[in-house]
């Protein structure tokens, strides 16, 4: 399956996408969308020769306009899964529905705890003793949707949200391929009608 990785900044997951994938005969990254022109992530694409693009949203168009030009982008590069690594933004049914399935996000938590930014801070703010990190499709809800993978870290006594934000993002980097791997071999697949998984 042909992937493309959309990320605003500094594509850590990207990162370990790319590398886990690289031998891979499932799934290969061959494009990275940025909506930050800045974005740490894109020259680390450029180094391991992925095609890249910056796709800004200007200020003269809607959220929809700007989707739009990020699914020609995927249309034209034959993509068959896209995944969220990082991508700042909150996604319109436009690209949810025309993804629906194929579209992949990790957010920093065990979900359904903590939705929404800054999860590692929420997490570390209840006094929870374990959090961790969920690979999930995207819904039109936010972190809403049918959950592939999961990781669980422990939260020591004296963590600060850096401390945090670190210990869950290695395992990120181990979960994301994974779940990647799990869907472009299709052993793993979103029930469009119940929107539940379903193993095959
Ligand atoms: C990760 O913590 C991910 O879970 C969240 O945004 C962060 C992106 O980090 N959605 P990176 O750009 O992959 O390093």
């Given at each position: 399956?042909?992937?493309?990785?959309?990320?605003?900044?500094?594509?850590?997951?990207?990162?370990?996408?790319?590398?886990?994938?690289?031998?891979?005969?499932?799934?290969?990254?061959?494009?990275?969308?940025?909506?930050?022109?800045?974005?740490?992530?894109?020259?680390?694409?450029?180094?391991?020769?992925?095609?890249?693009?910056?796709?800004?949203?200007?200020?003269?168009?809607?959220?929809?306009?700007?989707?739009?030009?990020?699914?020609?982008?995927?249309?034209?590069?034959?993509?068959?899964?896209?995944?969220?690594?990082?991508?700042?933004?909150?996604?319109?049914?436009?690209?949810?529905?025309?993804?629906?399935?194929?579209?992949?996000?990790?957010?920093?938590?065990?979900?359904?705890?903590?939705?929404?930014?800054?999860?590692?801070?929420?997490?570390l703010?209840?006094g929870v003793k374990f959090?961790?990190?969920?690979?999930?499709?995207?819904?039109?809800?936010?972190?809403?949707?049918?959950?592939?993978?999961?990781?669980?870290?422990s939260i020591k006594a004296d963590d600060q949200?850096?401390d945090l934000?670190?210990?869950?993002?290695?395992?990120?980097?181990?979960?994301?391929?994974?779940?990647?791997?799990?869907?472009?071999?299709?052993?793993?697949?979103?029930?469009?009608?119940?929107?539940?998984?379903?193993?095959?």
């Amino acid at each position: 399956k042909r992937v493309a990785v959309l990320i605003s900044g500094t594509g850590s997951n990207m990162e370990a996408l790319i590398k886990e994938t690289s031998s891979s005969s499932v799934a290969q990254i061959v494009l990275v969308i940025s909506d930050k022109a800045k974005a740490g992530g894109l020259n680390i694409a450029k180094n391991y020769n992925i095609q890249t693009q910056i796709v800004e949203k200007r200020s003269n168009e809607t959220r929809e306009m700007h989707e739009e030009r990020i699914h020609s982008l995927l249309i034209a590069a034959g993509i068959d899964i896209v995944c969220l690594a990082g991508y700042m933004r909150i996604l319109t049914e436009f690209l949810v529905n025309n993804w629906r399935g194929k579209l992949l996000n990790i957010h920093p938590s065990l979900l359904p705890s903590f939705p929404g930014v800054r999860s590692q801070k929420q997490a570390l703010e209840k006094g929870v003793k374990f959090s961790g990190c969920t690979v999930h499709f995207v819904e039109v809800e936010v972190d809403a949707g049918a959950i592939i993978e999961q990781g669980i870290v422990s939260i020591k006594a004296d963590d600060q949200e850096e401390d945090l934000i670190e210990r869950i993002k290695s395992v990120e980097h181990q979960i994301y391929p994974k779940a990647l791997k799990l869907v472009a071999s299709e052993k793993v697949k979103l029930d469009l009608q119940t929107g539940k998984l379903i193993y095959i």
